[in-house]
């Protein structure tokens, strides 16, 4: 489903939500985060994905559509 959406949508609660569209000022405090994250974890154990990476939240079952996110560890695929 969405892959085939003009919107985006996250898993909460057990139900899926549409999320709102990003301005041009929401998408370059994005950019300026993730390269300031990505900047303060160089060489670190933690990596900084794109709003690409679909995530998952184990502990809470949230999927949220976040326009960023830093993982410490392992990075699993989608289940199969």
């Given at each position: 489903?969405?892959?085939?959406?003009?919107?985006?949508?996250?898993?909460?609660?057990?139900?899926?939500?549409?999320?709102?569209?990003?301005?041009?000022?929401?998408?370059?405090?994005?950019?300026?985060?993730?390269?300031?994250?990505?900047?303060?974890?160089?060489?670190?154990?933690?990596?900084?994905f794109?709003?690409?990476?679909?995530?998952?939240?184990?502990?809470?079952?949230?999927?949220p559509?976040?326009?960023?996110?830093?993982?410490?560890?392992?990075?699993?695929?989608?289940?199969?």
């Amino acid at each position: 489903m969405e892959a085939m959406s003009p919107l985006r949508h996250e898993w909460l609660d057990g139900a899926v939500k549409a999320t709102a569209g990003g301005t041009p000022a929401h998408a370059a405090i994005a950019v300026n985060v993730t390269t300031q994250r990505s900047t303060e974890l160089r060489g670190k154990r933690c990596r900084v994905f794109s709003a690409d990476l679909r995530i998952r939240v184990r502990t809470t079952g949230l999927g949220p559509s976040a326009d960023a996110s830093v993982i410490c560890g392992g990075v699993r695929g989608p289940p199969r």
